[in-house]
């Protein structure tokens, strides 16, 4: 890891608009909770809130937009070639930007999460099942986006088409793209960690776990490699 990547890293990805919105959207999860509750006088529905809501959306917008902050604007302008042009290796940036944008992707979709259990009163299960989705989620998110951030210039649009065709439509019709889907991978072990129902049964345990491992190093190696491939064919 390089401090200087990383702290120029979170400088980008706090600044301006997007660490407005980054904020902004655990906020309006939990604040969605909260008004449920109040509205209904009843604990919030779990599935719909924490699931269909906080997983489905908040914490892959949130690491897309975190993913692509610290990655996405240097490629956009062309400035990556003066980082490349460091003598830090390839894969030390990409892994650095990585830990910045799956940090912070992570710490703000587990408080999104968690607080939306709290203010939606439901049982301390779903408190475990907010910081395990929220946070192995966010970071298993940010593995796959970043990689896209570093593969093209239309990270953000790559990002959306995966969550938006992939995960919510042909992942609700086609079970079978469930095995390669970062949603369900975090439900499964959310599942576990926490014993409830998330509908994700037939995907087994091993393989989430030997799924997140490889999406984590086949994620953040694929962007180191095409940053090496960036500087060597002096691209955009």
Partial sequence: ????????????????????????????????????????????????????????????????????????????????????????????????????????AALLSIGGLLGASLAGGLSDRWSVVAVVTGGGGAVLYCALFT???????????????????????????????RFVSVRAVAERLGESAADVDLAVADMGLTYAVIASAVLLLVGVAAAGWRLTRFQLRGDE
């Fill in 1 to 104: 890891m390089n401090l200087t990547i990383m702290r120029l890293a979170l400088r980008a990805i706090v600044g301006g608009w997007r660490g407005v919105i980054l904020l902004a959207l655990p906020v309006l999860l939990i604040g969605l909770a909260a008004l449920l509750r109040a509205v209904t006088g009843e604990p919030v529905s779990a599935t719909m809130v924490i699931v269909e809501v906080g997983l489905a959306m908040v914490v892959p917008l949130v690491a897309l937009l975190a993913a692509n902050g610290v990655l996405g604007p240097e490629i956009d302008d062309g400035s990556v070639v003066y980082l490349l042009s460091t003598p830090v290796s390839r894969y030390v940036v990409a892994a650095s930007k990585f830990a910045v944008a799956a940090g912070s």
């Fill in 147 to 177: 990689a896209l951030a570093a593969a093209t210039r239309h990270g953000m649009i790559a990002g959306l088409i995966y969550v938006l065709v992939i995960e919510q439509l042909l992942g609700r019709f086609l079970g079978g793209f």
